[in-house]
């Protein structure tokens, strides 16, 4: 299928509400060294376009009945999309069927499409993992720099497109002695954030451990995935909650067991909120 429930397991520590899935593409070329898709995609780090995309998507389209969250693995906003332009197509159909649409990205190519997106019920989630162009290199190779990231919010802002960032992951060592910062340079853009801390598997371990110390961390297994402690992580997230009550944004976690007063952990809730 080509649009499918959000976690139709039920995870125990997911605290997403109903939503639907959806990618145009298979793989995301932005290959972030602590990525989960290469568990489970192959050849994940190369980015194509799924087969019959569109046919399918008219066929499948009747099954939404709340909004679809694109792209939770594979990003819509892979580097392809410059010139394929599938995604914007994508939201045009969306758009024409009265769709709700929340984008999670890494990629400052989203506000290319705010002509659409001011024109339907959305919200973008923009990936915000350091402020440091070399930090965001050695992590997130092929995605856009922090500052094309930050000027996208901007621009989406301006638009009246509501936005939030995923402040995610947190790794210690990397990014968590800027948390506050981070808050701080996108308060003016944003009404939401939600955070997360590292939880990588086998296949991500392997990368990890190619650029900074991880064997020195204390993980505790949970599921496919390795946990930092949770008081670390409580910790951390207790210093980004602190951060988004001094601008009165909305904070949540992901997959963290961690109480929070949001409407949604995602940030859907400001495609409703919408104007």
């Known amino acids: 299928m080509l649009i499918t429930p959000f976690d139709p397991w039920k995870g125990k520590l997911c605290t997403c509400p109903k939503k639907y899935s959806f990618s145009p593409y298979t793989g995301c070329s932005h290959a972030c060294i ?9 050849n994940a780090f190369k980015a194509r376009v799924k087969k019959d995309l569109f046919k399918r998507l008219r066929k499948e389209i009747h099954k939404v009945d709340t909004f679809i ?23 045009q159909f969306f758009k024409e069927k009265g769709i709700p649409i929340l984008i999670i990205t890494k990629s400052d190519l989203v506000a290319r499409d705010a002509d659409i997106l001011k ?3 959305a919200s973008v989630s923009i990936t915000i993992t350091t402020l440091e162009a070399k930090k965001a290199k050695l992590i997130e ?8 990231r930050i000027k996208a919010l901007e621009i989406l802002h301006e638009e009246n497109i509501p936005c939030s960032i995923r402040l995610d992951p ?14 701080d340079t996108v308060a003016p853009y944003v009404k939401h954030v939600v955070t ?18 991880i064997d020195s961390f204390k993980w505790e297994r949970k599921g496919n995935s390795f946990y930092l402690p949770r008081e670390q992580r409580f910790n951390y997230l207790r210093r980004v909650e602190k951060a988004c009550n001094k601008y009165g944004i909305s904070f949540a976690a992901c997959r963290e067991g961690y ?15 919408s104007s």
């Not at 580097?79 to 914007?88: A, D, F, G, S, V």
């Not at 109480?259 to 909120?273: P, Q, R, V």
Request: net charge neutral; hydrophobic share 30%.
């Open 196 to 213: 997360s801390t590292i939880k990588p598997r086998n296949d991500s371990m392997k990368r990890l451990r190619k650029v900074m110390d």
């Open 259 to 273: 109480k929070f007063k949001a409407e949604s952990c995602d940030g859907s809730h400001l495609i409703f909120h």
């Open 141 to 148: 190779p092929n995605a856009p720099p922090p500052e094309k």
């Open 69 to 91: 969250s694109m792209a939770n693995s594979s990003d819509a906003y892979t580097p392809e999309e410059k010139n394929l332009k599938i995604t914007r197509k994508c939201l």
């Open 119 to 121: 024109e339907m019920k």
């Open 34 to 42: 602590y990525c989960y898709i290469t568990s489970y995609i192959p």
């Open 170 to 183: 947190i790794i210690p060592g990397i990014n968590d002695e800027e948390l506050e910062e981070i808050i």
